[in-house]
Each structure stands twice: as C-alpha cells, then as structure tokens.
C-alpha cells in the first residue's frame, strides 16, 4: 500500500465555519507534511510532523492549526479562514531517511473559502 | 533568488521529439533530489530521484551538478501522455524533511 488518503477531496466552507482536513497513511512513514498549491503555481510547505511531533512551521497563520493524533493520521484544523486561503491542500509522507527518500502525496482536498 | 528555481515554459514540442528541463538549487547543503510530474488539478507523482552518478529509467534521464547545483530532466521520442508539469524538488539537508518544489515546468507534447 503506497497510498496517502485525503478526505475531504472537496470543501466548501464560510468565513466564520470551523473544519478539517484529513490524511492518513499506512506505509509507516514517520514523517508527514502539510502542503499549500494555488492555481498555476508549484505546492509551498506549510507543516512538517516527524514522529508524531511538530517540526516545521513555515511561519502559517494561526488559524490553520495541525494535529498529528498519532503516527498515521495528520490533521488540519481550519477556523476563520479568508477567500485567498482557498487552494488545493496536500499531505505527504516520507519514510526517515538520511538519503533519496521520496514523500509520497495524497490526491489533495481542493478547498474553497467564500 | 527562489530557493529552487526552473524555467516556467511553456515547451511545446512535436511527438518523438527530445526536450530537457533545467533546474538550480540554493541551498549548498541540499542531499536529496528529484523530479515529480503533476498532472492537471491532480497531486504531484514521484518521476524519479536523481543520484550523483546520474540515472535513467527508460525514455527519461536524470543528471545532478553538485559543484553548479544544477538538475537536469531529459526525455526521448517525447509521448502526448508526457505532457505535464515537472516539478523539480530539493530535500535540504540529512534529517531535515523539507522538500522544497521548484516553480514548475510545463510540457506539452502535440500531435
């Protein structure tokens, strides 16, 4: 299984609305990530989880707020969210390794804030 | 200056003709490298890593310049289902699980 499962693959959420994103992976893949794409342009890192912990945060605004419940699973939590925070969100995981690890990608939840 | 830096195309090119992309890193410290291709509205997909001795897996070739920091993607007898965008991605650092994208390069393959 060389899968990463998203859910929602849609939402449509207002301003003032509170939802999440999210993933799942069953590889054992220790490290997991939150990534950001607006349309035409490449995915931006916005959180990386390695076992289980926090470490990166790529200065994200406060109201996406991330939650690693345990080694397969990674959440996103969205509260108060503005129109241009609508994009494809994508989670990734990769395995720990030194070298020539690949991260593996989720087919993403295309997220739209009105 | 783009930590990781491609040309954005357009390259338009004909059926069975060889195209090559180039992408630059900043970051000296980088270990690990590779191509990914997105499709439309669709998640980015591992193409292949690149190693320092350069690497090909059929009709694709990968090469790494570390002394330039300099990745390169050349694919031969180019196919209509290889149009795409190619994204270049830079792991920075060992135990640092940050992999940064390139701006993307996008390849149409016509008829």
């Known amino acids: 299984d060389t899968e990463v499962t998203q859910t929602p693959k849609h939402l449509v959420m207002g301003m003032t609305n509170k939802k999440s994103l999210k993933c799942e992976q069953h590889?054992?893949?220790?490290?997991m990530y939150w990534y950001k794409q607006k349309a035409k342009k490449p995915p931006e890192l916005m959180f990386v989880?390695?076992?289980?912990?926090?470490?990166i945060n790529e200065s994200v605004p406060s109201r996406f707020s991330p939650e690693c419940p345990n080694s397969s699973l990674l959440n996103l939590h969205l509260h108060a969210l503005q129109p241009e925070d609508s994009a494809l969100y994508l989670c990734a995981s990769s395995q720990e390794s030194t070298a020539n690890t690949e991260a593996f990608f989720g087919q993403g939840t295309r997220l739209t804030v009105v | 200056r783009k930590e990781v830096e491609q040309d954005p195309g357009p390259f338009n090119v004909p059926e069975g003709a060889t195209v090559a992309f180039n992408c630059t890193y900043s970051n000296s410290a980088s270990q690990s490298f590779f191509w990914y291709r997105q499709d439309c509205r669709k998640e980015p997909k591992l193409l292949m890593s690149v190693y320092s001795s350069g690497n090909e897996d059929g009709r694709f070739t990968a090469q790494l310049n570390r002394a330039s920091q300099y990745i390169s993607l050349l694919i031969r007898d180019s196919k209509l289902s290889d149009s795409a965008t190619y994204l270049c991605?830079?792991?920075?650092?060992?135990?640092?699980?940050?992999?940064?994208f390139g701006t993307g390069t996008r390849l149409k393959v016509l008829a």
């Open positions: 991605v830079v792991n920075e650092g060992t135990g640092t699980y940050k992999y940064i």
């Open positions: 590889m054992g893949h220790r490290a």
């Open positions: 989880y390695s076992y289980e912990k926090l470490s």
